[in-house]
């Protein structure tokens, strides 16, 4: 019973936040190479490089876009897409919890130590979500890798 108590120390290993991090890198590459590339977001975020570039950025990073550009060429825009980490589902392991902490408080006539158990079990199964959303490792981009072809102009 008194492993239960530890339930909310499981929180550390909230999936996508483990596995992700709260920072994702975004790789740019041109033909020809040697393009700017910046990336911003609608959270004022700004990121610049010299293709091929890797620019690092918050998960949580919102209507973000990378425009490419280089002298003679025409430049292009390229619009990233916020998604769901595939990660983040891992925390379904914990989903379980929530219903046997209901039960433990609610339906099971016990003592003190079981509501507890119960409490704890609920928390754990609420914090690994939580905690993914908070740090942003909930979320990703698409395209993570971008090509950009760009076209000389006449």
Same mark, same amino acid.
């Given at each position: 019973?008194?492993? +239960?108590? +530890?339930?909310?120390? =499981?929180?550390?290993?909230?999936?996508?936040?483990?596995?992700?991090?709260?920072?994702? %890198?975004?790789? !740019?590459?041109?033909?020809?190479?040697? &393009?700017?590339?910046?990336?911003?977001? &609608? %959270?004022?975020?700004?990121?610049?490089?010299?293709?091929? &570039?890797? *620019?690092?950025?918050?998960? $949580? &990073?919102?209507?973000?876009?990378?425009?490419?550009?280089?002298?003679?060429?025409? @430049?292009?825009?390229? $619009?990233?897409?916020?998604?769901?980490?595939?990660?983040?589902?891992?925390?379904?392991? =914990?989903?379980? *919890?929530?219903?046997?902490?209901? !039960?433990?408080?609610? +339906?099971?006539?016990? @003592?003190?130590?079981?509501?507890? !158990?119960?409490?704890?079990?609920?928390?754990?199964?609420?914090?690994?979500?939580?905690? @993914? /959303?908070?740090?942003?490792?909930? =979320?990703?981009?698409?395209?993570?890798?971008?090509?950009?072809? *760009? !076209?000389? /102009?006449?």
């Amino acid at each position: 019973m008194r492993a +239960f108590l +530890f339930l909310p120390l =499981f929180t550390l290993i909230s999936c996508a936040t483990v596995l992700s991090g709260p920072r994702e %890198d975004i790789s !740019v590459r041109s033909s020809p190479s040697g &393009a700017n590339a910046t990336l911003r977001c &609608a %959270d004022g975020i700004e990121r610049t490089g010299t293709t091929p &570039a890797t *620019l690092t950025i918050p998960r $949580k &990073a919102h209507e973000c876009s990378v425009r490419v550009t280089m002298a003679g060429y025409a @430049d292009e825009t390229v $619009k990233l897409e916020d998604e769901w980490n595939g990660r983040m589902w891992g925390n379904f392991g =914990f989903a379980p *919890l929530a219903p046997y902490g209901i !039960v433990q408080i609610v +339906f099971i006539e016990g @003592d003190a130590q079981s509501r507890l !158990v119960g409490a704890a079990s609920l928390i754990t199964a609420g914090a690994v979500w939580i905690i @993914d /959303r908070h740090t942003g490792a909930a =979320f990703e981009h698409a395209p993570n890798v971008i090509d950009v072809a *760009l !076209v000389r /102009r006449e």
